[in-house]
């Protein structure tokens, strides 16, 4: 909050994009580059942050467009997701939209995957649960675990039981023929 006049008794909360912390101040401070605050009355320049819709890099500070298939909200940084050990709910960091995959170790290079329903979107290198082994389905989530198979962007079990009947039928058919040949080359 800030005094507009010297000596004055009505505090005024500080625009959106400025900030406060000292009493009897008679000017709010911008926040440095194209830095926005989530309200009015921000009394820190820690308030100030990316404005939805951008990401920063802590060590360049800038404030840059959140890349395709992603989400970016207020104050998003990249070196949160690092930060947060992939913990959505410890802080803000550029999150993936449905349909979409990124590795966790280049979590802004961004690509539509093939089948979107084995990419939920949310942090960096997740994948649709149930998809390879141990929750890790590589690049696209297109990698299915041992003894699976993908199907419309789902891993599903392999039905061994199923594949074993049909070698025992191809086999008394291929027996069948073998004997039948035999026969007429007889006859």
């Not at 989400?71 to 997701?81: A, Y």
């Not at 141990?134 to 039905?159: I, P």
Request: net charge negative.
């Amino acid at each position: 909050q800030f005094q507009p006049e010297v000596n004055g008794s009505d505090c005024l909360r500080c625009d959106l994009g400025r900030y406060q912390g000292e009493s009897k101040a008679t000017a709010c401070m911008r926040c440095r580059d194209d830095r926005m605050t989530p309200g009015l009355g921000a009394v820190s320049e820690s308030e100030c942050g990316c404005e939805a819709g951008y990401f920063s890099r802590k060590h360049s500070g800038v404030c840059e467009p959140c890349p395709e298939g992603m989400t970016c909200g207020f104050d998003s940084d990249l070196s949160n997701f690092f930060a947060s050990g992939n913990d959505t709910r410890i802080s803000t960091f550029p999150k993936l939209l449905p349909g979409f995959y990124s590795s966790a170790h280049d979590p802004v290079n961004v690509f539509r995957c093939a089948a979107a329903s084995a990419c939920p979107g949310g942090s960096p290198g997740t994948c649709s649960q149930g998809q390879g082994e141990g929750g890790s389905a590589g690049f696209l989530c297109g990698n299915c675990g041992r003894e699976q198979y993908m199907e419309e962007g789902v891993c599903l079990d392999c039905q061994w039981h199923q594949i074993l009947v049909i070698v025992i039928v191809f086999l008394v058919v291929m027996v069948c023929l073998v004997y039948l040949a035999r026969a007429s080359a007889l006859a």
